[in-house]
């Protein structure tokens, strides 16, 4: 049985039971979970036949006779368990397969007939949706379009959508799996839910806050301004320190000692004399003369004359 025909059964079941104030008591259950089938009679009970119909088929599965409970469809062995004396159940590991009506004829002491019924449903699944974003393109109406999907084509699912900014709680935005939004001036997180009636499962995506030109251009110059600052006081401190070290050339000190010795005297006194000599470059006007050129930091030159008394 489909999806949509299960759908519309159970429908076509609920409305017979709210006309009538009879028929089968609707149970929604979810592929490899577990549901009740439960029963509230207060009577003894000797008997209770358990039967399955489904797809026009109606077959018998349990039963509970002299306070033994006996499982007779092999599907249901080890995934079927009973209570109260055999009038409530509890099927696991549901399967798509399980999905029918689900009926007890209970007999008390008195053999009287009592019937109860139960139409179960078993949902596949959700799987965790996906959401794409796009761009739009067009009238500018909208800056961002999101799709929410799932790898399945089945109608019993329902699509909605939720957003938050920030630390806020989720409020609803829109219901179906396509939504166009237009860039939020604060960061916002957008919500897809997927549920059927037995399951839901969800996915987020974070749509940043809206940047215009002339803040991108200053958040940019701010990044780059550090930067250039300690590229400029680097080069500062190299040229300080170039400086400094080619005027301490310019101001060194070079010492010279001329000693004079006369013809046929070596041991008498000495009277030594320091003489300043500053030496300054020359640069040639003519052919043959040269004009000293003053020196921005002179050299100078100490000379040690010995003579000898």
């Not at 965790?128 to 974003?133: L, Q, S, V, Y």
């Not at 996915?203 to 550090?226: C, G, H, W």
């Amino acid at each position: 049985m489909k999806d949509i025909e299960r759908i519309f059964f159970l429908s076509l079941l609920l409305y017979i039971r709210v006309v009538t104030g009879n028929g089968p008591s609707p149970v929604i259950g979810c592929e490899y979970g577990s549901v009740l089938l439960p029963c509230s009679l207060s009577f003894p009970v000797i008997e209770a036949i358990w039967d399955f119909s489904f797809n026009g088929r109606s077959v018998k599965v349990a039963d509970f006779r002299n306070q033994k409970f006996s499982i007779i469809r092999k599907e249901f062995h080890s995934r079927m368990e009973w209570s109260h004396n055999g009038i409530t159940l509890t099927i696991t590991n549901l399967t798509m397969e399980d999905t029918g009506i689900y009926t007890a004829l209970i007999y008390d002491t008195e053999y009287t007939k009592h019937e109860i019924s139960h139409n179960l449903t078993v949902f596949n699944l959700v799987p965790k949706p996906e959401i794409k974003r796009e761009e739009c393109k067009g009238d500018g109406q909208c800056d961002y379009t999101l799709h929410c999907s799932v790898p399945s084509d089945s109608p019993a699912l329902s699509y909605s959508w939720k957003y938050r900014d920030k630390n806020s709680e989720y409020h609803h935005y829109a219901h179906g799996s396509t939504i166009q939004i237009s860039s939020p001036n604060e960061t916002m997180t957008f919500l897809c839910l997927v549920q059927n009636p037995a399951q839901e499962n969800n996915s987020t995506v974070v749509i940043e806050r809206k940047v215009n030109a002339e803040n991108e251009r200053l958040q940019v110059a701010m990044m780059i301004a550090p930067g250039f600052a300690a590229l400029v006081l680097a080069a500062v401190v190299f040229l300080c320190v170039r400086m400094r070290r080619e005027n301490k050339k310019k101001e060194d000190i070079t010492y010279s000692d001329i000693q004079s010795f006369p013809q046929g005297r070596t041991n008498e006194k000495e009277d030594i004399t320091y003489s300043d000599i500053q030496a300054f470059p020359q640069k040639r006007t003519d052919e043959n003369l040269m004009i000293p050129e003053p020196l921005l930091c002179p050299v100078k030159t100490y000379v040690e004359i010995k003579r000898y008394l």
